[in-house]
Structure formats: C-alpha cells, structure tokens
C-alpha cells in the first residue's frame, strides 16, 4: 500500500486547485498516510528537494476560497525529457514517495502518463547509473499516478466538469452581463472572446447563460463560407426585433469551415462593414483564471481530492492509472491513458476538419447545450402560419422567489413564441391566476431577463384552496389556457399537485402542465438540483469569506444560519465550501450532547491557537436548540477564550442574479417543459409532470407519483442524494491534531 503521497498542481492554474490540494492533504492524513506538497509543479519534482515538503493539517488551512494554487504551478521543459523524468523519478524515491497525485491539464497528465509508463525503465537507468540502491530499485519496481484534471477549459473526456471550469464561468457571465448594459445604452455590437483552447464549453456556456446571440466555437465552424452574411442579417434582425445590444462571443479556437482560425478583429471587421456601425471587441483574457473559486469548484475539488486519496490508497502499484472525474453528479474513476488520448482526439479532428467527429466526441450536455443555443438564437418572432395548430400556453412563477426564475421564463416564452404559440404571463403565482391577472406577452417583454433576479413576473406563495379553484377553473377557460408551465418550488408543486387532484370536479383543469424545480431549498422531488440553489450556494460562500475576514484579528466563533426550510442542502454545500467544522441539519437533528462535544473542541482548538469556529446551522435545525440558543451556550461556554457571534444571511439567499450553472439549467429545462406541453397538446393529452434532473439526465415524472416521493411533513423529497456527502465534509473541517 501507499505509505507517502506527494501532490503537485501543474500547468495552467484553475480556481479550485487549493480545495483540491487540502482534501488530498487532509484526507491522506486522516488514513494516517503521510503527505507532501510538490511545489512549483513538475519543476519541483526535477529540481532538488527544497521544493518536496511535508504537509500538515494546518499547513492547509485558510486556502479553500483562495484561487490559483498555493503550492506553484510551472511550466517545466525538463519534465518533457527523460533525463528530466529520471531526476524526478529519484528525488521521490529518495524523499520515499510511492504514490502521486498530479493536478494539471491534458498536458500535465501526459506527461504523468508518460513517467508512469517509464517508471520500470527510470529505475533500471538509475540503478545502472548507481544513482539508487539495489534496495531502492527493488522496493519502488512501480509507481502509483492518480490524476485530478485542473483546468478552466473543460476539455477533458469523460469528465462532464473540470476544476476551474464553473468560476471561469462565473467570470465570463459577469463580465458579459456588465458589457451588455453598456452595450444597450449605445445600441452597440461587442466581439467578446473567451478562453477555451480546442474546447467551445466556455463560449457555448457563456452565451447561454448570458443570451448572447450568436457563438463561435471549434466543435462546429459556421456551416456556410458567407457566415459573416448570415451572422449580420441574424444581428440585425434582433435590432429589428427591438434588442438595443447585441453580443458575439468568440472561443479562441473558433474557426471557419476551411480551418483558418477566426480572430476577434476579423468578426469585428467584418460586421463594422455590414451592418454600418461601431463594433467593439473585449478580449477577456486571464480574468478568467482568476478570482475566488466559485462554490460548485470548492466542492467539486474536495470531493475529487478525497477520491483521489481512496483511489491511490486502494490501488496495486502496477495498475494503470487513473484520472478522478464527475459523471452523472458522481465521482468516477476514468483510465488515464485512454482519457488523455480521447481528449487528444478532439483536438486532432478540429485540426483534421472532422467537426462532426469532434463533436461526437463532446458529452451529452455539451451537445444538448449547442443545441438549446440554436434554438434560442433562431428563436424571432415570425408570421404566424395559419396552418399550424397555435396553443396558448400560460407561464407563471410559484412560491419563494429563486435566482434563474426569469431565465426559465425568457427561454420558454421565446420559444413559444418562435413557434407561433401565444404565450401568456401569469402575475404573481397562483394569487394572479386566480385574480384573472394574465398577460398576453411578446418578444421584447423578455428582455434582459436572462441574467436577472428575482421574478419579473411576480411570485406569491398562496396555495389555491375552496373557492380559489373556481376562480382558476373560470380564467383558464375565460383565457382559453391549453397548457400551463409552473416554475417554482413547493407550493408550486403542491398547488399543481391539488389542480391535478381537482380535476374530476373542475374538467377545464384537464389541461397539460408541468413543474420546473425553482427554489434555492432544493428541496423538490426527482430533481437533484432546482433552479436557484446554486446562486444561493454562491451567495452563502461569498458571505462567509467576508464573515472570516472580518474576524482575522479575535479569536471568534460565527455561527451562521441558512435557509432552506427543513433541508439541509444548503447547510451542508455551503459548509463543504466554506470549511465549517460543524454543520447542523434537521435531517440529523441536534442533542444536547452534540453541542457540548463541540463546546469542547471548540475550547480545546483555541487553546491551541486557533483563531476562528465556523458553525453552519440549517434554520429549521432544531426547534429548541436554536442559533441564539446555540450562541449563548458558546458565549457562555467559551468564557475568556473565545466570543461568539450569530450571523443570520436571510434572504439575500434569494436575491442575486442567477449563477451561469442555474442559468444554463434554467434554459434547458424550461426548453424541455414547453416541448413537452406542446407534444401533450398536439396528442390531446393532458398529462401532468414534474421535470427534474437525476444521474445526469432529464426525467420527467407523473405529478401522480408526488406525494408518494416526498416527506411532505418536513417538505423535502425522501431520497437526498447529498446526504452522503456529510462525512467527507465533516472529516476534512474538523481541526487538525494539534489542536488535540
Ligand atoms: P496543462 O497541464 O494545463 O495542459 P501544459 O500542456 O503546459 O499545461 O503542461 C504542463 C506541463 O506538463 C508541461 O510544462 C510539462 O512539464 C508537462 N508535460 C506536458 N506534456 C507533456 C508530455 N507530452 N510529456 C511530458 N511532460 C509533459
């Protein structure tokens, strides 16, 4: 078994690599494994060893929310050639390392690959070379690689994300939605180009989520030579439409059918000339790499940093190595030589001009994404043709408001229209539906609600009861409503829910309709995520950063209170990102005997220098032991050593534009809800559903099935996928042994 693992960061630095290096280290020590930091990457590991350094508990301390990586990263030339891989292969066995974890990119992981591969060979060279003992040799015939791919591009294969990837996002989305208000107030074009190497996810995400409306990606060159034609007549149609801004957004290994790559200024040029304005291009460079790591980055890296361990721990020094990736919300184990060479593939066949291989190559949601893309930006309002059968479809929001509400709106309501529907909005939840406070809307009363807030429509979480469903039983036949999208969360399931079970007594409710899960709780049936918990998530990580910062000087415990009604899901995410050494949930309840324990540990941690608690406490976690309750006893407790304070976050929870991840989420699926009442209609069906996503894919479930799916007491759904996270993020914030 692996008795000492060294880590190293290497290549491009991702936001997210620290998260990752503290769960190694932390975890590894946790199985009584010891650790050490390779800093400056491979260059570390060439150059003698200064640069190899023992680890402890403390040693990662304070380093979750910062991005880059703190242990270095290099560009190392050495490492490309075998006499460089032969010195690092004797300064680990002379530092008496058997196991690696590399953190890098496609190319750091070739070459770990490579010296994996070479590794027998190294030793016989430095045997023959006297450089190590007969003993050494003997003792080291293999060597255990496992791999955490580090990269914003997210161009790895078989992992749907990859470190870094989600915050660059964040910063593309925040730096086109500010491009875009200026860009409105002049009506002007903007050129924006991202990041992405080989790899289109960050322009395809980032036009999704900021509705932009075109992208230039490699996996799939504009289909016709003219396309600076057809990109100005699509601009120009959305002026004719009443957008005042438009925004192109160009990943820099876009090219055109004939493989010529694409520049910013070639876009730029050619649009001044067609469509007779100024256009601007912002090139935004390596923003991206910067900043905070965003909380899904925090959590993915620990999670990949823990399995990392399990995985080089459990694994026989002559197997192959493996790369830790994410499919499906699950962390997986993909072999690393035929993951670097698909990756390597999709490179080979955009030079080759093969796109459609290239894009074969892409994971289903990349392409799924491309296509909701297409269809968003070929959505303008057409002649309706008087042919086709039109529906009337009523959109509406329900329940507390949730960041990504408005995206879901926009998305639908465009693309009704595009289809010739008439598309109705819903004031105010079900308290306008039965209000009869309907409106019939049209193209630009969307705009801009792509990246806001909040809900433009209104929300209330009035649930229809008695006379109430009268009322909705006469608007939607005085409305004509053939169909009814609900984005919201419980009250907007459980209203559905009633007007299901209403139906033999009220027949116009025999009409289709569907729930999209919006709620920052995330506490709705068969859907792992609903719409709004990640900016709240965001939102929580961001108010705790500031939270710690603010007590760098005394010694002091928050206890910080978060939402989400009876489930934990933001209690515990946002404790995994934060590094809070105690997290309470309703799930789990509270004892008294818990809280002394960590009155404890607390007492005992500050005794031994350290100098801040962070408890995060889900606000329904208990109804006795409550956070004032749970502060006065730490106040008390902690006499001269400690303070305490209570930091309740409220609703700016709820507030907040919405994440790129809800924002693409909230696209796609409302995309999906509107086709499936448009296929309910067309079949004169009238079923009733909830959408939701589960091991990465869409389901679509019979309203029927619940209340048999959920704890309708405690208003969470009985299956919690993240329930079984607790322990890792438990184990990796609890203090370190000194603190003992
Ligand atoms: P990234 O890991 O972000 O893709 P690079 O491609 O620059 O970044 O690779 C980082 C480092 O990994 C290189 O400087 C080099 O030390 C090592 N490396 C990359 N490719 C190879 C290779 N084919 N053989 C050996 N080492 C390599």
């Given at each position: 078994m692996t008795k000492r693992i060294g880590i190293l960061t290497s290549g491009g630095d991702a936001q997210g690599m620290n998260a990752a290096v503290r769960a190694v280290v932390r975890t590894a020590l946790d199985r009584g494994v010891d650790v050490y930091a390779i800093y400056e990457g491979y260059q570390g590991l060439?150059?003698?060893?200064?640069?190899?350094?023992?680890?402890?508990?403390?040693?990662?301390?304070?380093?979750?929310?910062?991005?880059?990586?703190?242990?270095g990263s290099a560009r190392c030339e050495a490492f490309r050639t075998r006499e460089g891989r032969r010195r690092a292969a004797k300064n680990l066995i002379k530092a008496g390392i058997d196991g690696l974890i590399v953190i890098g990119g496609d190319g750091s992981l070739t070459g770990a690959n490579l010296f994996r591969q070479e590794w027998p060979e190294l030793m016989q060279e430095?045997?023959?070379?006297?450089?190590?003992?007969?003993?050494?040799?003997?003792?080291?015939?293999?060597?255990?690689?496992?791999?955490?791919?580090?990269?914003?591009?997210?161009?790895?294969?078989?992992?749907?994300?990859?470190?870094?990837?989600?915050?660059?996002?964040?910063?593309?989305?925040?730096?086109?939605?500010?491009?875009?208000?200026?860009?409105?107030?002049?009506?002007?074009?903007?050129?924006?180009?991202?990041?992405?190497?080989?790899?289109?996810?960050?322009?395809?995400?980032?036009?999704?989520?900021?509705?932009?409306?075109?992208?230039?990606?490699?996996?799939?060159?504009?289909?016709?030579e003219n396309w600076q034609d057809v990109l100005a007549e699509r601009l120009k149609a959305g002026r004719k439409a009443g957008r005042r801004d438009s925004i192109v957004i160009l990943a820099e290994g876009a090219r055109d059918r004939n493989g010529n790559y694409i520049g910013s200024s070639d876009v730029a040029h050619a649009l001044e000339e067609k469509l007779n304005e100024e256009v601007r291009v912002t090139v935004l460079g390596h923003v991206q790499r910067g900043g905070r790591p965003s909380a899904f980055d925090r959590n993915l890296s620990t999670l990949m940093g823990y399995e990392a361990v399990n995985s080089i721990l459990s694994a026989k020094p002559e197997d192959e190595p493996v790369v830790i990736g994410i499919r499906n919300n699950r962390m997986t184990r993909l072999p690393m030589m035929e993951s670097v060479k698909k990756t390597q593939a999709v490179a080979e066949a955009i030079s080759a001009g093969d796109y459609e291989r290239a894009m074969s190559?892409?994971?289903?949601?990349?392409?799924?994404?491309?296509?909701?893309?297409?269809?968003?930006?070929?959505?303008?309002?057409?002649?309706?043709?008087?042919?086709?059968?039109?529906?009337?479809?009523?959109?509406?929001?329900?329940?507390a408001p949730a960041p990504g509400m408005n995206t879901a709106g926009r998305a639908a309501i465009r693309l009704g229209l595009d289809a010739g529907h008439t598309m109705l909005g819903v004031r105010n939840g079900f308290e306008g539906l039965i209000e009869n406070d309907v409106m019939e809307m049209n193209w630009m009363s969307v705009n801009g609600w792509a990246s806001s807030g909040g809900s433009v429509l209104g929300t209330t979480r009035r649930v229809p009861k008695g006379r109430d469903l009268y009322a909705i039983a006469r608007v939607i036949e005085d409305r004509?409503?053939?169909?009814?999208?609900?984005?919201?969360?419980?009250?907007?399931?459980?209203?559905?829910?009633?007007?299901?079970?209403e139906r033999g007594n009220f027949p116009s409710f025999n009409i289709p309709m569907i729930c999209l899960p919006a709620s920052i709780n995330n506490n709705l049936p068969g859907s792992e995520f609903s719409i709004g918990a990640d900016t709240a998530l965001n939102s929580i990580t961001d108010a705790v950063d500031k939270i710690k910062q603010s007590a760098v000087a005394t010694r002091r415990v928050f206890v910080v209170e978060v939402m989400g009604h009876y489930c934990g899901y933001l209690a515990l995410m946002g404790g995994m990102a934060t590094g809070a050494e105690r997290v309470y949930m309703h799930e789990e309840g509270i004892k008294l005997r818990d809280l002394q324990t960590d009155v404890e540990n607390l007492?005992?941690?500050?005794?031994?220098?350290?100098r801040l608690g962070l408890m995060i406490r889900n606000e329904n976690a208990n109804p006795v032991y409550t956070t004032d309750f749970i502060c006065s006893l730490f106040e008390e407790e902690g006499g001269d050593v400690f303070d305490v304070r209570p930091a309740i976050l409220?609703?700016?929870?709820?507030?907040?534009?919405?994440?790129?991840?809800?924002?693409?989420?909230?696209?796609?699926?409302?995309?999906?809800?509107?086709?499936?009442?448009?296929?309910?209609?067309?079949?004169?069906?009238?079923?009733?559903?909830?959408?939701?996503?589960?091991?990465?894919?869409?389901?679509?479930h019979d309203m029927r099935d619940f209340d048999r799916m959920i704890d309708a007491e405690h208003q969470r759904p009985k299956d919690q996928w993240w329930l079984e996270l607790k322990g890792i993020a438990t184990l990796l914030a609890k203090q370190g042994p000194n603190a003992e």
């Open positions: 060439v150059d003698d060893g200064e640069y190899i350094r023992k680890m402890d508990w403390d040693s990662v301390g304070g380093i979750l929310q910062l991005g880059g990586t703190v242990i430095l045997l023959a070379a006297k450089e190590i003992t007969v003993e050494e040799a003997a003792e080291y015939p293999n060597f255990s690689i496992v791999g955490l791919v580090g990269s914003i591009d997210n161009d790895f294969s078989g992992t749907d994300m990859t470190i870094g990837a989600d915050s660059a996002l964040h910063r593309i989305t925040e730096a086109v939605d500010a491009i875009t208000s200026t860009a409105a107030s002049h009506q002007r074009t903007f050129v924006v180009k991202v990041m992405g190497r080989n790899c289109g996810y960050l322009a395809l995400m980032g036009a999704l989520a900021t509705g932009a409306d075109w992208v230039l990606i490699p996996e799939a060159p504009p289909d016709v190559l892409r994971s289903s949601s990349f392409k799924d994404a491309f296509n909701t893309f297409k269809t968003m930006v070929r959505a303008l309002p057409r002649p309706v043709d008087p042919s086709k059968k039109r529906f009337r479809i009523a959109v509406m929001n329900a329940g004509r409503i053939d169909a009814l999208l609900i984005i919201g969360g419980w009250n907007a399931y459980e209203s559905a829910f009633i007007l299901l079970k007492l005992k941690g500050f005794e031994t220098g350290k409220g609703h700016l929870q709820q507030g907040g534009d919405p994440s790129p991840f809800d924002r693409i989420q909230a696209t796609r699926l409302s995309r999906m809800c509107l086709e499936y009442l448009i296929d309910q209609c067309e079949k004169k069906n009238f079923d009733s559903a909830f959408i939701g996503m589960q091991n990465g894919r869409i389901f679509f």
